[in-house]
């Protein structure tokens, strides 16, 4: 009878730990983070010579392990969007940089102040400004917006957005192949919307209406998230036309979605 008893309770433990750790039932709680960069090579808009480096992120108020991993990640992901400026030997030799917000800002600093005293006159100051935002988060995932605007000189600025979304159960980055079983049949569903999005008709040929493709193909955008309304799909500019046109966001409703997300992902 004991032992009846000691397996009942040990059973019932183990079930009750297992419902009770897929996923995390409460709302993320953020908290912002801000660096700006203050070293003696901070723009200086008199002689317009220095930098300005300004990132905005957030961190989870969460002790989980899961969310750890994921404030280790936006931490991480807040400082390649300095060290992507700099060149691989250097980022090598200097390995903290990619952990560091200043330690990576101070190393650009070092890269403009050195080819300003090769060149001479860079035409003005370098700015690099990113800003880190959430899309969508619920009980199992956080789907992040990481946007960055940087001008280092030449006729325009650039930006770029980069999308994450995160297993809140695991703190690990869901790849497209996570999020849905057949991209094969996701490629279709999303040509369409993008054609809808643009205004294309279905028998335009994309290129020649100046759209880039890869060997004449259509393809999907290097990030893609879950949002609130669907499945978002971001092309930055120059991915799939020109600078001109500006980003292109399409959102794919989940109730287009069904035949191939995850069921793990499917809108509640």
Request: charged share 20%; hydrophobic share 40%; glycine share 6%.
């Amino acid at each position: 009878m004991r032992y009846f008893l000691w397996a009942f309770f040990l059973c019932s433990s183990i079930y009750w730990t297992a419902c009770h750790s897929v996923t995390n039932p409460n709302p993320p709680v953020l908290e912002p983070q801000r660096y700006n960069f203050t070293g003696e090579s901070k723009c200086d808009t008199a002689t317009r010579r220095g930098i300005t480096v300004s990132v905005s992120y957030f961190q989870l108020r969460d002790e989980s392990d899961a969310g750890r991993v994921i404030n280790a990640a936006l931490r991480d992901l807040a400082a390649k969007s300095i060290t992507s400026w700099l060149d691989s030997a250097t980022v090598a030799q200097h390995p903290d940089a990619q952990t560091d917000l200043n330690k990576a800002a101070t190393l650009l600093a070092a890269s403009y102040d050195s080819m300003a005293n090769d060149i001479g006159a860079l035409g003005g100051c370098w700015e690099l400004q990113t800003k880190g935002d959430t899309l969508h988060a619920n009980s199992k995932i956080l789907s992040v917006k990481l946007s960055a605007y940087a001008y280092t000189g030449g006729a325009h600025p650039n930006s770029s957005t980069s999308l994450y979304t995160f297993d809140r159960t695991t703190g690990k980055p869901l790849s497209l192949t996570d999020l849905v079983t057949d991209t094969t049949a996701l490629l279709g569903i999303v040509e369409k919307a993008f054609r809808k999005h643009q205004d294309l008709l279905p028998q335009y040929n994309l290129e020649e209406r100046g759209y880039f493709l890869r060997d004449g193909k259509f393809f999907l955008p290097a990030n893609v998230a879950l949002a609130r309304d669907g499945l978002l799909f971001y092309y930055n500019p120059y991915e799939i036309a020109a600078y001109a046109v500006g980003p292109i966001e399409v959102t794919v409703p989940y109730s287009q979605l069904q035949t191939v997300l995850n069921d793990d992902w499917q809108a509640d």
